[in-house]
């Protein structure tokens, strides 16, 4: 098979899956859909204009924090490393990270996206243009067709604190599943801390209305690939922090009583009622270290910014 079919086979079944999550999601109660349906190209670009905004701090902060360490982790992680990036964003991350490597054997970005996952590569490639670069697109949520590790130590790099979206018990199985796959090696993860519910609240509500727009995004790609037939202003972006879940939850809600169609499908919507779109757990360092050694992980070194907005964790396995 030529890689553009199987590019076209991907995009099949990811509108499948969508297909199959929306549809049963839209008959739960109460309505939700898995986040990662928020990330179609579309989606990804919107989020990647959230990383710029002034309120998102997590991105910029990350940044800050690996520029400074970046030599300090990359000595952690030693020479001659194979470097997995698990939802590759835009590569920038990674870039920074291959710089402080020494002699980096190979850089192996996986997405859901095929935008996202080309452009990490493509960004890496043209900073490394001897590196080998291996990009896959896939769900790394679902089984991953990784051989075990030989020879080659691998490091898994894991930012963005994307791990927040898993509820703790998902994000437990996941890094146990991280720690069997990375055995030998280790796993730089970005996480965000609990703060001030305010600043939380900003950063997912901000004034220009792209975190909006972001969550519409995912009733525009129904009606993009499902012949849906949601008017998108009809439903209201909602997002807030709630700090005993230690986590943000961000919904659509639906402005009036209305009915909406989706593969053929009648769906009603009573007025007030909520799709739940996405969720984004914080942790506190201690939390997160108790939970990566449940995984089986061995905290080995952990930089936080002078604010305490955000965390970077070295991992041993
Ligand atoms: C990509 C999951 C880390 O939770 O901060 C940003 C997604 N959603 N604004 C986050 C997101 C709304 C983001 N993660």
Not at 179 to 185: H, Q
Request: a negative charge.
């Amino acid at each position: 098979m030529h890689a553009l079919e199987a590019a076209a086979f991907a995009a099949e079944d990811s509108t499948q899956d969508f297909a199959g999550a929306l549809l049963a999601g839209l008959h739960a109660q109460p309505k939700r859909v898995p986040c990662k349906f928020l990330y179609d190209a579309e989606g990804s670009a919107l989020f990647e204009r959230i990383c710029e905004l002034p309120e998102y701090y997590p991105t910029r902060t990350e940044m800050a924090l690996l520029k400074e360490h970046a030599a300090e982790f990359a000595r952690y992680m030693g020479p001659d490393v194979e470097l997995i990036e698990f939802g590759a964003g835009s590569g920038r991350k990674a870039s920074m990270l291959l710089d402080a490597l020494e002699q980096p054997r190979l850089y192996m970005p996986i997405d859901i996206s095929p935008d996202a996952v080309a452009a990490a590569a493509g960004t890496v490639w043209h900073a490394f243009p001897r590196l080998k670069v291996v990009p896959v697109e896939a769900d790394y949520t679902g089984p991953l067709a990784l051989e075990p590790q030989r020879g080659q130590r691998r490091v898994g790099f894991f930012p963005g604190s994307t791990i927040g979206n898993f509820p703790p018990d998902e994000a437990l199985a996941f890094l146990r599943r991280l720690a069997e796959l990375l055995r030998g090696g280790g796993l730089l993860i970005g996480v965000d801390l609990v703060k001030d519910p305010a600043l939380l609240h900003a950063a997912y509500n901000d004034a220009a209305g792209v975190t909006a727009a972001f969550n519409r995004n995912l009733l525009a790609r129904a009606n993009r690939e499902l012949e849906a037939d949601f008017l998108l202003d009809r439903f209201a972006h909602y997002a807030f922090y709630q700090p005993v879940a230690r986590r943000v939850e961000m919904h659509l809600v639906s402005l009036v009583q209305q009915q909406v169609h989706v593969c053929g499908q009648a769906i009603s919507f009573a007025a007030g009622e909520t799709l739940h779109t996405e969720d984004s757990y914080k942790y506190s360092v201690l939390g997160f270290h108790s939970l990566a050694a449940q995984a089986g992980f061995l905290p080995r070194a952990t930089r936080v910014d002078p604010e305490h907005r955000f965390s970077l964790h070295w991992l041993e396995v």
